[in-house]
C-alpha cells in the first residue's frame, strides 16, 4: 500500500462447545446469572487440581485435522502466570513449547484470488473470568462464570497482507469452527475472539517493521477498520521519520482509534514452566483415525463441490456453503427436484431474505426443503408463474401452508391457456387504439405497457412468458 | 503401648471404652498440653463422628472405625478451617474434604483437629507458623521438626492415634525422626493431592505419621489409590497392605556413601548404623551404593520447589477468599498490601527465589537445568534399585535441637533436608522409624527408601525392625 508492504498475523480464540469446562465440572455455556457456574476448582480455591477434559482435547484434533496441522503426539500443558483478579488461581493453564497441533493452512479466497494461510500453531488452554468495571463504584466486579471454559487459540503466520485478507481469513476460520460443530462463532458474545499483530515496511524491504499488538476488536468490521486504523497510523509515524514503539493498544470502536495499552518494558514476564498438575496429552493414531473418520466435509471443499457437481457459480456455491445448515438444506432441495441453479436463486434471495429479516437460523425456517422444490416444481409446470411464487413463497412462510394448497384455496393457478390469453390480448389491443398505431409505427417499447394490461386482468395470473409473446403477436397482426 | 491405633480399635471391640469417651479425655489432654500442637480442634465435630462410630462398630471390622486422627492444617477440611499456619488464609473454611481426609471419615475415623505446620509447609522448624511454634514433647526447648511439626508432636504426645502430615523435602520424615515415631513419605501419586494446599506440586505427598510402622501401614492403607480428582494420582491396583513383618532373609539394602557425609551428628550415625546391623541381624543383606547425583539434592530442590511455590502461592491475592487489605487505594496495592502482610518472610523468601529463577532469561539457567539433574538424580535410584531392594540411611543429619536455633539461618536449615530431599526428587516412598537416642536423649530416626509403589517392603521392613526393637515404644 502506497510504497508498504502490510504483515499481518491474528490470533484467533475460539471457546468450544464442550457440555463442561476444560478443567472441572461446570457447565460450558454461558451462564446469565454471575458467579452461578463455578466450583471450587474453577474459583482457584486452595488444594484444587485441575482434571482435562477428554472432549476439548477431541475438539482441538478436529480444528487441527481440518486445518492439516500435525497432531502432537505428546503435548503437555503450562502455566502463565499474571496477576488479575478474574484470574482465580494467578495463572492460568495454556499450552506453551508444545502446542497441540502445528504447521497447518487455512486456504482463502478474496477479490485478487486464492491465497493460503499458513497456521503456526493451535492449542488448548482456559479461558479467564470476566471483571466489569463500575461506572460510579469507585470498584469492579469479577463473574468467574466463563473460569475455565475451553479455548483453542489459533495462531497464524504472518502472511496476511491486507485488512481484506484478514477479515477474509476470520471469516474462514469462523465458518471451519462452525462446520467442526465446536464453537458457536459469536463474535459479539465473545466466542469468538481476534487480537492482530501488525507491522508495515517499505515495499520490499527484507525486515519486518516493529511490530504492534491490536486487542478489543469484536466485529468483523471492527478487525478490519482497526487494522486500516493502524496500517495509517504506522506509515504516517514512517513518513514522518519517526519509528513505531513495539506495544499493545486497545481499539476503541467509538472513537474509531486504538489507543496505548502498554509497552514493551511494561509487558509482563509470564514466567511460563511446565504444569505439574497435569499429566502430558498424548495421542495415539487411533484418537487421530478416529476423529478423521468422523470429519465433515470442510467449507472450501464444500464450495468447490457445488460448483463441479451442481454446476454453480462461485458466487452462489460461496453463499450456499455459508453455513453447514444452509448447505445441506440446498443438498436436501437438490436431492428432491434436480434444479440446482433455481433452487439456488431461490435460496439466495427469498429465503436467505427471510432469515436475514427475522433472524433466524436455517433449521427453524419454517419452509422444510419437500415444501420449497415443491413450490419451484410448480413454476417449472408452468402452473404458477414466478411473479406468483413469491407471493405463494411470502404465504407459505407465514402460514406453514404447502404451495399447492395455497394455489387451490387461492385460484391462483397461472392462465396457460393460448386461446383465454389470445381473447383478452385482442380486447386490450383494440380498447387502446392510440398506443396499438404508436407500437405498429416501431415504438416496441410500449409492449410492456399492453402486457402489464393484461397481467392486471388477470390479477397476475396470466402465464407471463406466454402474455408477452401473444401480445406482441395480436400487435403485430 | 505398641501400636496406638490397633490398641484403639481393639479396646473399642472390648468395650474398655467407646470413641465418645476416648475422644472426650483426648480433647481433655489436648487442651491441658503445652506443645502447641494444635492450630484448630473440632470438638463439635469430633464427638458428633465419635457417636456415628459407635454405631459402626457394631457391623465393622475396621481398624479405623472412631480411632481419633490429627490432620495437618494445610490439608483441606470440609467445614474445618484450614489456614496453613499462615493469615492470609484467616477465615478460610472449605467447602471440601481432600480425598486422603474422605477416605479416612469413610473409613470411621473421627478428625479431631488440624495441627501446626511451618507456613505453607515451608520450614523445617514449625517455627514460622503464624500461631507460633509448636514444641517437641520430649523436650519442650526443642523443636519437632517441620513442617508437619503438629501433627509429630501430637502423635509422640499421645494427643491422637495417628495423623496426616505432609512431605514435599522430608516434612513427614523429618518431624517423625525428631520426636521418635513412625512416618511415610509415599510414592509420588500414591495418595491423591485433591485437597493439600499445594506448596510444589511435583513434590508433594500426603502422608500417615504414627507411633509405630503397623499403624502407619493402617493409615496408608486407607489413603492410597487412584483418585479422579488427582491426574497425577496413579491408577494402579495395590495390593492390601499386610500388618506383618517383611522376612529380611535375602533383602539387600544399599547403604549410600554420600548419605554418610560430612555434617552427620555422630550421636545419629552411631544410632544408624546400629538400626542397619539391626536388619543384617535379621537377614539382610548389607552392600554399599553410590548415588553420586544426590549431593545436588538440596540445590535442585530450591529452585523446583520454589519455583512451582511461586506460581502456587500466587491465588492468596485477596480476591476471593482469606485476608484482604481494606485500606488499599487501588488494585496493585491491594495486592502489594495483602500479600505483604500476610505471608511471613520466609514464605516471601521462597516466592521470590521461584519467581527469580523462571523470569525471563533465567530459566534456562535455573529451573531448566535443575529439571535436568533432577532426572539425573531419579536415574541413580534407578541404577541403585537394580542391584538392591531398599536403601538405609539417616533421615536427618541431627537431633531435635533448640526452637530458637538456626531461626536467622535458612541455609542451615535448607541443609536439615539433605537426606530426606532425593527422595521426593525422584518420587520414590520412604519411611522414617526410631532406631536410637542421641546424647541429650533425643530420638534418632533412619531412613528406608523403597523403588516406586513398594510402600509394602517399607512398611513391612518397619514392622520387622520394631518387632526386634523398643525405640518405638519408648515415651516422651
Redesign the interface.
Known amino acids: 500500500m502506497n510504497g508498504y508492504d502490510i504483515t499481518i498475523g491474528l490470533e484467533v480464540h475460539a471457546q468450544l462447545l464442550t457440555e463442561s469446562k476444560i478443567f472441572c465440572g461446570c457447565r460450558a455455556r454461558t451462564v446469565q446469572e454471575p458467579n452461578t457456574n463455578t466450583c471450587?476448582v474453577c474459583?482457584?480455591?486452595?488444594?484444587?487440581?485441575?482434571?482435562?477434559n477428554r472432549k476439548a482435547v477431541d475438539y482441538g484434533i478436529r480444528l487441527g485435522l481440518a486445518t492439516g496441522c500435525r497432531i502432537a503426539k505428546k503435548s503437555i500443558f503450562a502455566?502463565k502466570?499474571y496477576?488479575y483478579?478474574d484470574l482465580?488461581?494467578?495463572?492460568q493453564i495454556t499450552q506453551h513449547l508444545t502446542p497441540l497441533c502445528a504447521g497447518g493452512t487455512l486456504d482463502i479466497e478474496t477479490a485478487s484470488g486464492a491465497k493460503s494461510i499458513r497456521i503456526m500453531r493451535i492449542h488448548m488452554e482456559e479461558d479467564a473470568g470476566k471483571t466489569i468495571h463500575g461506572d460510579r463504584e469507585p470498584y469492579s466486579y469479577?463473574d468467574y462464570n466463563r473460569s475455565g471454559v475451553p479455548l483453542l487459540e489459533i495462531v497464524s503466520m504472518p502472511d496476511i497482507t491486507s485488512s481484506e485478507e484478514a477479515a477474509v481469513y476470520l471469516r474462514e476460520t469462523r465458518k471451519i469452527l462452525m462446520f467442526l460443530e465446536i464453537c458457536d462463532g459469536n463474535m459479539e458474545e465473545g466466542s469468538f475472539r481476534c487480537d492482530a499483530n501488525i507491522s508495515v515496511k517499505p515495499a520490499g524491504s527484507r525486515e519486518y517493521g516493529i511490530r504492534t499488538e491490536i486487542k478489543n476488536m469484536n466485529s468483523f468490521k471492527n478487525v478490519q477498520k482497526a487494522l486500516d486504523f493502524e496500517v495509517r497510523r504506522h506509515i504516517g509515524i514512517l513518513r514522518s521519520g519517526g519509528s513505531i514503539v513495539q506495544e499493545t493498544r486497545l481499539w476503541d470502536a467509538a472513537a474509531g482509534a486504538t489507543m496505548s495499552m502498554r509497552s514493551k518494558e511494561e509487558s509482563h514476564?509470564y514466567?511460563?514452566?511446565p504444569e505439574?498438575?497435569?499429566?502430558p496429552v498424548e495421542v495415539g493414531e487411533d484418537w487421530i483415525e478416529k476423529i478423521r473418520e468422523d470429519l465433515p466435509e470442510l467449507p472450501a471443499h464444500l464450495r468447490r463441490r457445488f460448483q463441479s457437481q451442481f454446476g454453480l457459480p462461485a458466487y452462489d456455491a460461496g453463499v450456499l456453503t455459508g453455513s453447514k445448515a444452509l448447505a445441506r438444506y440446498f443438498e436436501e432441495c437438490v436431492k428432491l427436484l434436480d434444479a440446482p441453479k433455481e433452487i439456488s436463486n431461490w435460496i439466495m434471495t427469498e429465503v436467505l431474505h427471510v432469515i436475514n429479516e427475522q433472524g433466524i437460523d436455517i433449521s427453524s425456517f419454517p419452509i422444510s426443503p419437500e415444501r420449497l422444490t415443491e413450490m419451484i416444481g410448480l413454476v417449472r409446470q408452468g402452473v404458477i408463474s414466478v411473479h406468483i411464487a413469491k407471493e405463494v413463497f411470502s404465504e407459505m412462510t407465514s402460514t406453514g401452508k404447502s404451495a399447492s394448497e395455497i394455489v387451490h384455496e387461492k385460484n391462483i393457478t397461472q392462465i396457460s391457456d393460448e386461446e383465454q390469453i389470445r381473447g383478452l390480448a385482442k380486447t386490450i389491443v383494440e380498447a387502446n387504439p392510440d398506443e396499438a398505431a404508436k407500437y405498429r409505427a416501431g415504438k416496441t417499447g410500449l409492449l410492456g405497457f399492453f402486457v402489464g394490461k393484461l397481467m392486471s386482468a388477470t390479477e397476475g395470473k396470466a402465464n407471463p412468458k406466454l402474455a408477452g409473446r401473444i401480445v406482441k403477436e395480436t400487435l403485430e397482426q | 503401648m505398641e501400636d496406638r491405633i490397633l490398641q484403639t480399635a481393639r479396646s473399642y471391640r472390648r468395650f474398655d471404652r467407646s470413641p465418645v469417651a476416648e475422644i472426650e479425655a483426648l480433647i481433655r489432654t489436648i487442651r491441658q498440653d503445652k506443645t502447641n500442637s494444635f492450630i484448630t480442634i473440632d470438638e463439635e465435630g469430633a464427638l458428633r463422628d465419635a457417636a456415628a462410630a459407635e454405631k459402626m462398630l457394631a457391623h465393622s471390622d475396621d481398624p479405623l472405625v472412631g480411632v481419633p486422627i490429627a490432620v495437618k492444617d494445610n490439608?483441606?477440611t470440609r467445614g474445618l478451617a484450614?489456614t496453613?499456619a499462615s493469615k492470609i488464609?484467616a477465615g478460610?473454611v472449605?467447602?471440601?474434604d481432600?480425598t486422603a481426609v474422605k477416605r479416612l471419615k469413610e473409613r470411621g475415623a473421627v478428625i479431631i483437629g488440624k495441627t501446626n505446620l511451618d507456613e505453607f509447609a515451608m520450614g523445617s522448624t514449625t517455627a514460622t507458623s503464624s500461631i507460633g511454634p509448636t514444641l517437641n514433647p520430649w523436650d519442650l526447648s526443642k523443636t519437632p521438626g517441620g513442617s508437619s511439626g503438629g501433627s509429630g508432636a501430637a502423635v509422640a504426645a499421645g494427643l491422637c492415634a495417628g495423623a496426616l502430615g505432609s512431605d514435599t523435602g522430608g516434612s513427614i520424615r523429618m518431624p517423625a525422626s525428631f520426636c521418635g515415631i513412625t512416618g511415610l513419605k509415599p510414592t509420588y501419586g500414591a495418595v491423591s493431592?485433591?485437597?493439600?494446599?499445594?506448596f510444589?506440586?511435583?513434590l508433594d505427598q500426603i502422608g500417615p505419621m504414627a507411633v509405630s510402622a503397623r499403624d502407619t501401614a493402617v493409615l496408608f492403607d486407607a489413603l492410597k489409590g487412584h483418585d479422579?480428582?488427582?491426574?497425577?494420582s496413579a491408577q494402579r491396583e495395590y495390593p492390601q497392605m499386610g500388618l506383618e513383618a517383611l522376612d529380611l532373609k535375602g533383602v539387600r539394602i544399599g547403604i549410600p556413601e554420600e548419605f554418610f557425609s560430612e555434617g552427620l551428628d555422630p550421636d545419629v550415625e552411631r544410632s544408624v548404623f546400629f538400626g542397619i546391623s539391626t536388619l543384617e541381624n535379621l537377614g539382610a543383606e548389607i552392600q554399599q551404593i553410590k548415588l553420586p547425583h544426590v549431593r545436588y539434592g538440596v540445590a535442585v530442590y530450591y529452585i523446583i520447589a520454589t519455583?512451582?511455590a511461586?506460581?502456587n502461592?500466587?491465588?492468596y491475592?485477596g480476591?476471593?477468599?482469606g485476608a484482604r487489605d481494606t485500606d488499599a487505594k487501588d488494585?496493585l496495592d491491594m495486592?502489594l498490601e495483602t500479600r505483604s502482610k500476610g505471608f511471613n518472610d520466609e514464605v516471601k523468601r521462597r516466592i521470590m527465589l521461584g519467581?527469580y529463577v523462571?523470569?525471563?532469561g533465567y530459566?534456562d539457567a535455573y529451573?531448566k537445568k535443575a529439571s535436568q539433574v533432577r532426572s539425573l538424580i531419579a536415574r541413580d535410584f534407578e541404577e541403585a534399585f537394580a542391584q538392591c531392594d531398599l536403601i538405609a540411611g539417616p533421615t536427618t543429619p541431627v537431633t531435635a535441637f533448640g526452637i530458637h536455633d538456626m531461626v536467622d539461618d535458612p541455609l542451615r536449615i535448607y541443609l536439615l533436608d539433605i537426606y530426606t530431599i532425593p527422595a521426593n526428587l525422584a518420587g520414590l516412598p520412604a519411611i522414617s522409624f526410631p532406631c536410637g537416642f542421641g546424647a541429650e536423649g533425643l530420638p534418632v530416626g533412619m531412613q528406608l527408601i523403597a523403588p516406586h509403589f513398594r510402600e509394602d517392603l517399607l512398611l513391612g521392613a518397619g514392622i520387622a525392625f520394631q518387632e526386634w526393637t523398643k525405640f518405638h515404644r519408648v515415651k516422651p
Do not use: H, Q, W
Request: net charge positive; proline share 11%.
Open positions: 471450587p474459583m482457584g480455591m486452595p488444594g484444587t487440581l485441575p482434571v482435562l502455566r502466570n496477576f483478579p482465580p488461581k494467578g495463572y469479577v514476564d514466567r511460563y514452566f505439574p498438575d497435569l499429566v | 490439608i483441606c484450614t496453613c488464609l478460610f472449605p467447602t471440601y481432600a493431592r485433591f485437597g493439600l494446599v499445594a510444589a506440586s511435583s479422579p480428582l488427582d491426574s497425577t519455583a512451582e511461586s506460581s502461592l500466587a491465588r491475592d480476591v476471593r477468599y488494585l495486592y519467581t523462571l523470569s525471563a530459566y529451573y
